[in-house]
C-alpha cells in the first residue's frame, strides 16, 4: 500500500512564504504523478493545488498564479511545495497525493494544516 507522508506547514502571516515535504513509500515512484491538493474550511472538495509527472510536468490551479513551485526528487522519493506570497485564504489542510495509470484511485496522505493570517 502506497504511504504518503507529509512535513511541514504551520502558521504563517500574510505575505509570508512556506514549504510543505512530502515522502513516498511502498511504490515505484517513477510511474506516479505526485502533487498537492487542499481542503480549505467548509469546503467538502479537495481542490488541485498543483502536480508533477515522473518527467517534470508541472500543472497548477489557477489560484496558484505563479506564487507556488512543485517539485520532486525521484531519487528520494519525495515531493516538495514551496508557497510564497501567502494569503488568509490558501489556508487549509494540504495533502500530497500520488497516481499511477496502473490503478484507478489516487492515494493520499492524512494532510498537513497551513494557516495564513492577516
Known amino acids: 500500500q502506497v504511504q504518503l507522508v507529509e512535513s511541514g506547514g504551520g502558521s504563517v502571516q500574510s505575505g509570508g512564504s512556506l514549504n510543505v515535504s512530502c515522502e513516498a513509500a511502498?511504490?515505484?515512484?517513477?510511474?506516479?504523478?505526485m502533487g498537492w491538493y487542499r481542503q480549505t474550511p467548509g469546503k467538502e472538495e479537495r481542490d488541485m493545488v498543483a502536480?508533477?509527472?515522473?518527467?517534470?510536468?508541472?500543472d497548477y490551479g489557477d489560484f496558484v498564479k505563479g506564487r507556488f513551485t512543485v517539485s520532486r526528487d525521484n531519487a528520494k522519493n519525495m515531493v516538495y511545495l514551496r508557497m510564497n506570497s501567502l494569503k488568509p485564504e490558501d489556508t487549509a489542510v494540504y495533502y500530497c497525493y500520488a497516481k499511477t495509470i496502473y490503478f484507478r484511485h489516487a492515494s493520499w496522505g492524512r494532510g498537513t494544516q497551513v494557516t495564513v493570517s492577516s
Open positions: 511502498n511504490l515505484r515512484f517513477s510511474d506516479y504523478t
Open positions: 502536480t508533477i509527472t515522473n518527467e517534470g510536468l508541472a
